[in-house]
């Protein structure tokens, strides 16, 4: 692989890595604005790495970030859904209006009813 290829894709993975960190923290905080502008340079930074994936082969030695790329994604995910079902829940009581009756409302929870996620860790 050329050397600045793989710089460059090093720094990629460092710097998403750290977004996905900053992004983590956003979603604890539920501040929409500041989720807003980590979208955006996620976005970029997705095109930047999926356009070094068209140059390049992934490494070994990248594994290890992918993995921990794939985790706090996986994490973020989770912390979105339950904002999500949080608002939600505050505007069926607000509201009067059934959990259903709202947008999404009619996922399946699959026993997970009351569940509470400590991301805190």
Do not use: W, Y
Request: charged content about 30%.
């Amino acid at each position: 692989m050329d050397e600045t290829l793989s710089d460059e894709l090093d720094r990629t993975l460092a710097e998403l890595e750290a977004l996905h960190s900053r992004e983590t923290e956003i979603l604890r905080t539920m501040n929409r604005a500041a989720l807003d502008e980590v979208t955006v340079e996620k976005e970029l930074l997705c095109e930047r790495l999926h356009a070094l994936r068209a140059r390049t082969k992934v490494e070994p030695r990248h594994r290890a970030a992918l993995d921990r790329l794939r985790r706090q994604a996986s994490l973020n995910q989770l912390l979105l859904v339950h904002a999500r079902d949080a608002v939600r829940t505050v505007l069926s009581q607000a509201t009067g209006a059934s959990f259903e009756a709202l947008p999404g409302g009619h996922r399946k929870v699959g026993g997970q009813e009351g569940l509470r996620l400590n991301v805190r860790g």
